[in-house]
C-alpha cells in the first residue's frame, strides 16, 4: 500500500500529486469513432478558405482534422493507454515522455507537439518544395548555388531533428512521417546519390506505419547526421506498427492510412531515382486502394494527381508514351473536374492541368516528337502567366473588399 507521509511538507506533496477528477477534461472518444477529415464539413471551416467536395455535399476541412489525429495534442493515445487517472497524475508529476535536454526542456510536452507540428508542416514562403504536389523531379545538383544547397541540408536537418523528436515524445506516426519527409528532402538535397538512404528512410516509414513491429533503435540511427549501419546489427523489432491489432485499440487505423500514403509515395520517388521504374510504378499503384475512399476535394486529388504523373514517367522514363498519357490523361481530368464543379477549387485544378500537360511534354521529348513537345511547352508557359495575372488580379480585389470591410486605407496592407 506504499508509505503515509507522516510530515507535513510531505502530507503537502501527496495532495498536490492528487488528481481532482472534477477537473478533468471528458474522456477521449472511441478510436473507431475518429475518421479525421475523411468526413466532410457542412460548411466551411472560415468563409473563403474551404472547398466544396466534388460530387457531394459538404466542404474540406484542408487536412485539420487529419493533422489534430496525427499530432494528438490531448494525447488521446496516452490518456486511453494509462486511463484518466494515471496520465493526468504523471501529466502533473512530468513523468510524461518529453524531451528533458536541450533547448526544449522547459516546455511542456504539449509545447514540444507543437514545435513538432512546426518542424514536420511548416513551410517557408520561398522553400523550392511548397505547395500539394508530390511530382518526382530529378535533381541537377551541379549547377545549384551554395544558397540553394544550404537551404536544402536545413530543411534535411529539421527532419532529422523531427525524427528525434518524435521518438522521444513516443509518437510513432511522427516518426514515420519523420521518415518520409527525410526520404524526400533527402532526394532534393543530393539527388540519385542519395536515393538508396532515402529508399531506407521510407522502409522505416512504411514499417511502422505497417501491420508488424518496427526496431525503435534502428529508426534512431536516420535521427543521426551521417547515418552510418553495422552490416552485423542483428533487428528487434519490438514495437507493434500502427495498424497493428495492439495499436488499433488505442488509436485509429485512418493515423496508418495517412502515414502509409506518404511513405509509399516518397518509397516511389526513391526508386525512381534508382532508375528501378517498374519497382517505383509498382510502388506507387499501392496508394490508389488508400485514397479510393477518400473525398474529392483538391487536397487529395493533389495526391491522386500526383501519383498518377509519377506513374505515367516511370512509363515516359522507359520510352512507353501511350501508357504514359494514359496516367497524364487522368490527372488532367482531375484538374479539369474541379475547374468545372462550381465551388471547386478553380487555382488546383488549373495547376493540375498544366503539371499533366508539363509532363505530357517531356514525355513527348523523350520519344523524339520535339515539335509537339514544344509546342505544347509554349501552350503551358502562356497559361501559366495568365493564371498568374489573374489570380493576382483576384487577390487585389479580395484584399480591396477586406479593406473597404475593415476600413483599411491601404489595400496592400490587407493583402499582406
Known amino acids: 500500500m506504499g508509505k503515509k507521509a507522516k510530515s507535513t511538507a510531505g502530507k503537502k506533496k501527496a495532495a498536490d500529486r492528487k488528481v481532482d477528477k472534477s477537473t478533468l477534461p471528458p474522456p477521449p472518444p472511441r478510436p473507431e469513432d475518429e475518421v479525421g477529415s475523411a468526413k466532410p464539413l457542412d460548411k466551411p471551416a472560415l468563409p473563403g478558405t474551404g472547398f466544396k467536395v466534388l460530387g457531394e455535399e ?9 493533422l489534430s ?23 502533473k508529476a512530468d513523468l510524461l515522455p518529453r524531451a528533458t535536454r536541450g533547448p526544449m526542456a522547459k516546455m511542456t510536452r504539449r509545447e514540444q507537439k507543437v514545435s513538432l507540428a512546426q518542424l514536420l508542416f511548416s513551410e517557408d514562403d520561398d522553400c523550392e518544395d511548397k505547395g500539394p504536389s508530390e511530382v518526382y523531379v530529378e535533381q541537377n545538383l ?29 509518437e510513432p506516426a511522427c516518426a514515420s512521417l519523420s521518415l518520409s519527409e527525410l526520404c524526400k528532402r533527402k532526394l532534393t538535397q543530393a539527388g540519385k546519390e542519395g536515393a538508396e538512404e532515402a ?95 477518400e473525398p ?10 500526383s501519383v498518377h504523373v509519377n506513374i505515367g514517367n516511370t512509363y515516359a522514363r522507359n ?16 484538374g479539369v473536374d474541379h475547374t468545372n464543379e462550381k465551388g471547386g477549387s478553380e487555382d488546383d485544378g488549373r495547376a493540375m492541368i498544366l503539371c499533366a ?57 490587407a493583402a499582406a
Open 142 to 170: 551541379a549547377g545549384e548555388d551554395e544558397a540553394t544547397m544550404k537551404h536544402r541540408a536545413d530543411r534535411l536537418a529539421q527532419a532529422r531533428a523531427a525524427l528525434r523528436l518524435s521518438l522521444l515524445l513516443r
Open 319 to 334: 520510352g512507353d508514351f501511350d501508357k504514359a498519357d494514359h496516367h497524364y490523361k487522368i490527372a488532367e481530368q482531375l
Open 199 to 293: 529508399l531506407r528512410c521510407a522502409d522505416k516509414a512504411i514499417e511502422i506505419a505497417g501491420e508488424g513491429f518496427w526496431d525503435s533503435d534502428e529508426v534512431q540511427l536516420e535521427a543521426e547526421d551521417n547515418p552510418v549501419l553495422d552490416p552485423k546489427y542483428e533487428k528487434n523489432a519490438t514495437s507493434p506498427g500502427l495498424a497493428n491489432p495492439t495499436t488499433l485499440k488505442l488509436l485509429p487505423i485512418r493515423v496508418s492510412q495517412l502515414c502509409m500514403r506518404s511513405a509509399l509515395l516518397q518509397r516511389g520517388n526513391a526508386l525512381a531515382a534508382m532508375g528501378k521504374e517498374d519497382a517505383a510504378r509498382e510502388t506507387y499503384e499501392q496508394v490508389f486502394p488508400i485514397l479510393e475512399d
Open 357 to 413: 500537360k508539363r509532363a505530357r511534354s517531356f514525355a513527348l521529348k523523350k520519344v523524339g516528337r520535339v515539335d509537339e513537345a514544344k509546342t505544347l511547352m509554349a501552350e503551358v508557359i502562356k497559361q501559366k502567366i495568365a493564371d498568374d495575372a489573374a489570380s493576382a488580379k483576384r487577390k487585389e480585389e479580395e484584399a480591396a473588399k477586406a479593406a473597404e470591410a475593415g476600413g483599411v486605407e491601404n489595400p496592400a496592407e
Open 58 to 66: 459538404g466542404y474540406d476541412d484542408g487536412g485539420v482534422a487529419d
Open 69 to 91: 489525429l496525427l499530432i494528438d495534442l490531448e494525447d488521446s493515445v496516452q490518456r486511453r493507454k494509462r486511463g484518466e487517472n494515471e496520465y493526468f497524475t504523471a501529466l
Open 296 to 305: 474529392r476535394c483538391a487536397r487529395v486529388d493533389w495526391e491522386r494527381h
